[in-house]
């Protein structure tokens, strides 16, 4: 046996980093979503130390705890939220660490983790494919026989962390490229132009819409080729990386599509044009929006408004400035947001379409919910119905004790809860005037936001269980 040096008896050093590694591993393969959890807060941590940074601000003074918190919360969970000026408190070395805290959190930490992973050993293992797994579908959280199709099967894990590098990589430089010119045009000097371009590219694709300039998009508001842009880089970040995957695999045979590919394209499409609409009508005659632009204006900014109250965060009208009912709809379909396993946030799309399908369904008295062939099990029913009273549940507590700290009208609270929640980053000015401890609060309402529905999924998945006998039944009285 061992001694170690003062004699006293055995070393235990071996046995100790192995039991460590050993309970490292039981949590992250047990729980990936408590594990992705505990990465998240650490992540955040980590990022509140550096934003903290005296070189980190241009004052050369160290953020105050709240901003740096915030901020940290806003940039690991793509939020884009702000307490405080990006462009002109963060010095360019802070701007670098919100760069690459959007790219980490836009990826997510599981399926970057898994990346780094195939990296390193050219191959993924059961486990590790089962931790990707899960951060692309939380149903997914558990190995074992599988009746219903998944939209990634686990053999597809491997293709699947390849897209999300490649595409992450391609879309942000393809995106840059294209925003180079328009930046030059704006004038904006060559070089500041050469590192703002990837910086705008990857708060498109991330959904997380800081801006590294003075005024952020207003000085580009004519410039509908960046808007158009920044909207296609919302959109794909939005849609999630399953659905990218099946794309590249058969973009021109639809009937190949998954059912979540085609369920969150027809969702992501009726809602951009939906909300479009609703603006339109809502705001045409507001004199502080769109009530002093064209009919072309008014329609171009209807549809950029609307696919950046998706979760995109950026805006060139004051959002303080809409009517209280644009402000619902804009609420509306925040808490919506994008697709599953994406760079969006919000209940998802998904979410909403399996939920419609199944009131459709029982309207028409079919004995199950089905969509293009396909039949939807009960337990996405029922982890999609958990989804939305878990939601729904964070933005009530969220408003009224925000509303109670701020004493601040109930409209402009709950707008910029729901952004919060649904990590969009649109704002009526509340989150940078607000009271510090209604600043916690609303981190802690993004913090719940980004992690709290995927892993409430994960949970309610993996408690399902067959069951072998059938209670006796009693109708209570709905409605």
Not at 237 to 264: C, D, M
Not at 289 to 296: D, L, P, R, V
Not at 338 to 346: D, L, Q
């Amino acid at each position: 046996m061992a001694k170690d040096p003062s004699g006293f008896g055995s070393t235990r050093s071996p046995r100790t980093l192995r039991g460590l590694w050993d309970d490292f591993r039981h949590l992250t393969t047990s729980s990936p979503s408590r594990f992705a959890v505990l990465v998240f807060a650490s992540l955040v941590l980590l990022f509140t130390g550096l934003l903290s940074l005296p070189a980190a601000t241009t004052s050369g003074q160290s953020a105050p705890l709240v901003d740096a918190v915030f901020m940290a919360v806003s940039t690991i969970c793509v939020t884009g939220l702000t307490t405080v000026d990006v462009a002109t408190f963060f010095s360019p070395l802070g701007k670098v660490f919100i760069f690459i805290g959007v790219n980490i959190g836009g990826m997510g930490v599981l399926t970057l983790a898994s990346i780094l992973g195939l990296v390193i050993s050219k191959r993924l293992g059961l486990r590790a494919k089962l931790i990707a797994a899960s951060d692309s579908n939380p149903l997914r959280t558990h190995g074992g026989p599988v009746n219903e199709g998944q939209t990634v099967r686990l053999g597809e894990v491997g293709q699947l962390l390849r897209t999300v590098a490649l595409s992450t990589l391609l879309i942000e430089l393809i995106l840059a490229i294209l925003l180079y010119p328009s930046l030059i045009f704006a004038g904006i000097a060559p070089l500041d132009a050469l590192w703002q371009a990837p910086f705008y590219a990857a708060m498109a694709f991330t959904n997380t819409g800081f801006t590294p300039n003075p005024g952020g998009l207003v000085p580009f508001a004519d410039d509908y080729f960046l808007l158009t842009v920044l909207m296609a880089g919302v959109f794909l970040g939005s849609i999630g990386f399953p659905v990218i995957y099946a794309l590249w695999k058969n973009v021109w045979h639809i009937r190949l599509w998954p059912l979540h590919t085609k369920l969150t394209l027809i969702t992501t499409v009726a809602l951009f044009f939906a909300g479009a609409a609703a603006f339109l009508v809502l705001e045409y005659n507001n004199p502080a929006t769109f009530g002093s632009m064209n009919a072309g204006d008014t329609t171009f900014q209807a549809f950029f408004l609307s696919a950046m109250t998706r979760s995109g965060g950026f805006s060139v009208v004051e959002i303080g400035d809409l009517y209280g009912s644009s402000l619902i709809v804009g609420s509306m379909l925040m808490f919506v947001g994008g697709g599953s396993a994406s760079t969006a946030g919000g209940i998802k799309v998904t979410t909403l379409a399996v939920l419609a399908l199944a009131v459709l369904s029982e309207a028409k008295g079919r004995p199950s919910v089905q969509a293009f062939g396909r039949r939807i099990p009960s337990d996405v029913q029922r982890v999609a119905l958990s989804v939305v009273a878990w939601g729904a549940t964070i933005v009530a507590l969220s408003t009224i004790t925000v509303a109670q700290i701020s004493q601040e009208p109930v409209s402009d609270v709950l707008f910029d809860v729901i952004s919060a929640f649904g990590t969009v980053g649109l704002s009526t000015g509340l989150t940078a005037s607000a009271p510090e401890a209604a600043q916690y609060v609303l981190a802690a309402t993004i913090f719940m936001g980004r992690i709290g529905t995927v892993t409430l999924a994960a949970a309610v998945a993996a408690t399902s269980r067959s069951q072998l006998y059938s209670l006796p039944v009693e109708r209570p009285i709905v409605g």
